[in-house]
């Protein structure tokens, strides 16, 4: 069992940058690989970044590559998500997720936060 808390949302002017937080509890975090998903009003869930349980390896949609890099700390059972440049079109809700495996599909997903808001004004 893994329980997930986010944090670090908030409204930003396009062009700036903020790090979001997840907290996982429990020993076996560093067993899960980890996601971020985001989710506009009236549209889909769609997946932001992965990594791998050791970190070696990251994955990103193409719509935040080159400006939002995804990150992790076993020690400290954190998982990060650093957004850069951001844009109007990154506003949406953010959850990270907690899977078995290294994936990009959600429903491989078996761990969700409640989901922190950012809001990108321009």
């Known amino acids: 069992q893994v329980q997930l808390v986010e944090s670090g949302g908030g409204l930003v002017q396009a062009g700036g940058s903020l790090r979001l937080s997840c907290a996982a509890s429990?020993?076996?975090?560093?067993?899960?690989?980890m996601g971020w998903f985001r989710q506009a009003p009236g549209k889909e869930r769609e997946f932001v970044a992965a990594?791998?349980?050791?970190?070696?390896?990251?994955y990103y949609a193409d719509s935040v590559k080159g400006r939002f890099t995804i990150s992790r700390d076993n020690a400290k059972n954190m998982v990060y998500l650093q957004m850069n440049s951001l844009k109007p079109e990154d506003t949406a809700v953010y959850y990270c997720?907690?899977?078995?495996?290294?994936?990009?599909?959600?429903?491989?997903?078996?761990?969700w936060g409640q989901g922190t808001q950012v809001t990108v004004s321009s």
């Open positions: 429990g020993r076996t975090f560093s067993r899960y690989a």
């Open positions: 997720a907690a899977a078995r495996s290294y994936t990009v599909r959600d429903f491989d997903y078996d761990y």
């Open positions: 990594i791998t349980r050791s970190g070696d390896s990251r």
